[in-house]
């Protein structure tokens, strides 16, 4: 069964400092994994998706992550933080089924910024 | 740009009523869900729908659930008889194909109080 783990309940940042958060899944095949980004009273929305096509994949508001395999990780980083990053991001699989539509998500990291 | 809307962002009901969450997906999706996220815990997959019938459900998705697209736009979740354990925020998502490298679209979400 697939999964992911999010190391890191709450990350606080300076405005213009690195983001690293970080995520680790489990799967037994080549997974799909999101990360998705949810401010107050939003709804989830996504920053990127890792599809086996590159290991580095970019995505929105200059937010990047990459696919490592032998350490079965998709940290979220970005270079320079900006106090309208401060929200919650879930890590996300996609599990595989008939279906295939359901995503598992990471429990979550609170992500602050202070100026 | 088009997203997903729900109403009413916040529900409050007593143990054993009955309650309707409406979702409107994004026009042009076919592919519909809902998600669940009880307070402090992981966000977790319910039900997803296509061509007006389940197509897959999790095992928290017992008889007291069910969904319904009544209209040409509305995707409704009922709860027959809410349990305390019931309270959560609801997501609905859609998307606009299946598999597992879709994108799902995420909604503000329903808060459900059940007292």
């Known amino acids: 069964a697939q999964s992911v783990t999010q190391l890191d309940s709450h990350v606080s940042v300076s405005e213009g400092t690195p983001v690293l958060l970080r995520c680790n899944y489990s799967?037994?095949?080549?997974?799909?994994l999101f990360w998705y980004v949810q401010h107050p009273n939003k709804g989830l929305q996504l920053l990127l998706k890792?599809?086996?096509?590159?290991?580095l994949v970019k995505g929105i508001n200059g937010f990047e992550a990459e696919f490592k395999k032998s350490e079965t990780s998709f940290h979220l980083t970005k270079p320079s933080a900006h106090m309208s990053d401060a929200a919650e991001y879930f890590c996300?699989?996609?599990?595989?089924?008939?279906?295939?539509?359901?995503?598992?998500f990471g429990k979550g990291t609170t992500l602050s910024v202070s100026s | 740009e088009p997203e997903v809307t729900q109403t009413p962002s916040h529900q409050v009901t007593q143990m054993g009523q009955e309650v309707i969450l409406r979702c409107v997906p994004i026009?042009?999706?076919?592919?519909f869900y809902w998600y669940r996220q009880i307070l402090g815990q992981k966000v977790e997959f319910l039900v997803s729908f296509y061509n007006n019938e389940i197509s897959e459900k999790s095992e928290i998705f017992d008889d007291q659930f069910s969904v319904e697209r009544p209209d040409g736009s509305n995707f409704t979740l009922k709860i027959r008889s809410t349990k305390l354990e019931d309270s959560a925020m609801y997501f609905c998502?859609?998307?606009?194909?299946?598999?597992?490298?879709?994108?799902?679209?995420f909604g503000p979400g329903t808060r459900l109080t059940v007292l």
């Open positions: 026009s042009n999706h076919l592919y």
């Open positions: 890792y599809t086996s096509a590159a290991t």
């Open positions: 799967s037994s095949y080549s997974p799909s």
């Open positions: 998502a859609s998307s606009e194909t299946s598999g597992t490298y879709n994108e799902q679209f």
């Open positions: 996300v699989v996609s599990a595989r089924s008939q279906a295939g539509t359901a995503l598992i």
